[in-house]
């Protein structure tokens, strides 16, 4: 009968370290298959945080094209609307100097034109009446010689001083109204002038106003991408420190995981050991048994 009892006892216990070996074999399957999960969505996420980062490379590199584009665009225009403008002055100087000849003779007439009135003997001095009053003397001298009254010409002055001053008079009239038609065309081109030259500093204003809006656009232009390459930099720094702290949650789990493979290890020997320790006890109640019976 003993021995039948010993062998129960023993099958018993192989039984039971049987089924702690195949719990055990389970429990080390589930945690493997849990970190190949585990590394399975490591690469996952390894995967998306690549593809995130290149994205986000590639969006601000493309931002980075199109502001350097636009600002090309913006550097090209500016020169062709300065070019338009270098033609308008141009233009408008080359319209100033076919003025000056006019403005030029309005001021020398105006000038005339005054000497004319303040100094009236200054007719005297006019070529064009000297002429006359030559041709006039000697007219004079002609008449006088064929009427008998020929003389000294001081005698023919006095003679005709009438004649000598109408003429005068005559003559002071036309120098004056041959000076007003250049004073008015002096007057005119003068003030086409000024219009020009006000035009002339609208171009350059507007060379310098576009000179000025170009700088601003310019700067702000290279503080935008600045601030793109600042923002860049930030989110992949995101990017960096989200992957660090996959890792840093993945070595826990993966640390988990071994602790728990170790956990089990140490709980299947627990109970192996406490099956063996139950037999070897049961084993010396046994002996003792068959010591007792054989006194």
């Given amino acids: 009968m003993a021995p039948i009892?010993?062998?129960?006892?023993?099958?018993?216990?192989?039984?039971?370290?049987?089924?702690?070996?195949?719990?055990?074999?389970?429990?080390?399957?589930?945690?493997?298959?849990?970190?190949?999960?585990?590394?399975?969505?490591?690469?996952?996420?390894?995967?998306?945080?690549?593809?995130?980062?290149?994205?986000l490379d590639t969006a601000y590199d493309l931002g980075l094209q199109r502001m350097e584009q636009g600002m090309a665009e913006m550097q090209a225009g500016y020169q062709r609307a300065r070019g338009d403008l270098d033609v308008a002055r141009s233009d408008i100087e080359a319209g100033i100097e076919r003025f000056d000849p006019y403005a030029q003779a309005g001021t020398r007439a105006l000038?005339?034109?005054?000497?004319?009135?303040?100094?009236?003997?200054?007719?005297?001095?006019?070529?064009?009446?000297?002429?006359?009053?030559?041709?006039?003397?000697?007219?004079?001298?002609?008449?006088?010689?064929?009427?008998?009254?020929?003389?000294?010409?001081?005698?023919?002055?006095?003679?005709?001083?009438?004649?000598?001053?109408?003429?005068?008079?005559?003559?002071y009239a036309s120098a004056l109204g041959r000076y007003q038609p250049l004073i008015q065309y002096g007057y005119g081109a003068a003030g086409q002038q000024a219009g020009l030259n006000q035009a002339l500093a609208g171009v350059a204003g507007k060379q310098a106003s576009y000179a000025a809006d170009l700088g601003r656009r310019m700067m702000a232009g290279r503080a935008y991408q600045s601030g793109l390459d600042v923002e860049r930099g930030q989110k992949q720094a995101g990017i960096q420190a989200s992957r660090g702290a996959m890792e840093y949650t993945h070595s826990g789990n993966l640390a988990n995981i071994e602790m728990g493979k170790g956990a089990i290890e140490a709980n299947y020997f627990n109970q192996i050991g406490n099956i063996y320790g139950g037999l070897a006890e049961q084993a010396g109640e046994f002996a003792g048994q068959l010591v007792g019976g054989m006194k």
Avoid: C, H, W
């Avoid at 100094?119 to 009427?147: G, H, M, N, V, W």
């Fill in 5 to 55: 009892i010993g062998a129960v006892m023993v099958g018993s216990a192989l039984i039971q370290g049987d089924q702690a070996a195949k719990a055990r074999r389970a429990k080390m399957s589930a945690a493997e298959r849990a970190k190949e999960e585990l590394g399975l969505g490591k690469e996952e996420y390894d995967r998306r945080m690549d593809l995130a980062s290149t994205d």
């Fill in 111 to 171: 000038s005339g034109y005054e000497k004319m009135l303040n100094q009236p003997s200054s007719i005297f001095d006019s070529p064009i009446y000297s002429s006359k009053e030559a041709r006039l003397t000697k007219l004079l001298s002609a008449q006088a010689a064929q009427t008998g009254r020929l003389g000294a010409s001081a005698d023919i002055t006095a003679s005709f001083a009438p004649a000598y001053q109408q003429l005068m008079e005559q003559e």
